[in-house]
């Protein structure tokens, strides 16, 4: 009998939760201990959520999503696919920005966009000018 070759088991909702939770408490420069006073749960509980070890209801996940500013999806993304989604500490920074430097944000993104698009090359071939 031969052996399947070792594929990576998929990682498991809470654990994806957990380690999401994990970062943008990280990113948010708060501690378990805030953030559990924050939430208003044990300090317990909030270790369990980050350690994939507690399921939760989708009242809390709300309340993570809410608290967060990010969208309750991002929760549950793993770490490997989110390089394919918008950071959400990113989005949740510019979410804060006045509507007026949020559109300067923006102008300097396409700026920055606009200047590092790869640019059709142009034609080598000589061009004619027209006879005087």
């Known amino acids: 009998m031969k052996k399947k070759p070792h ?8 654990k994806s939760l957990g380690h999401n ?15 559990a006073a924050a939430l208003g749960v044990e300090i317990e509980t909030i270790s369990r959520y980050e350690n994939g070890r507690l399921n939760t ?3 809390q996940v709300d309340i993570f999503a809410t608290f967060f500013n990010v969208p309750v999806w991002t929760l549950f993304t793993p770490t490997d696919l989110t390089a394919s989604f918008p950071d959400p500490v990113l989005l949740t920074k510019m979410r804060s920005l006045s509507a007026k430097h949020r559109t300067t ?5 396409q700026v920055y966009y606009n200047a590092h698009i790869t640019k ?3 034609s080598s071939s000589p061009t ?3 006879d005087k």
């Open 7 to 14: 594929q990576k088991s998929p990682i498991s909702a809470a």
């Open 21 to 35: 939770i994990a970062a943008l408490r990280k990113a948010s420069s708060l501690t378990q201990h805030q953030l």
């Open 57 to 59: 209801s989708l009242d």
């Open 105 to 109: 944000l923006e102008e300097i993104i």
């Open 120 to 122: 059709p090359k142009k």
């Open 128 to 130: 004619t000018t027209p």
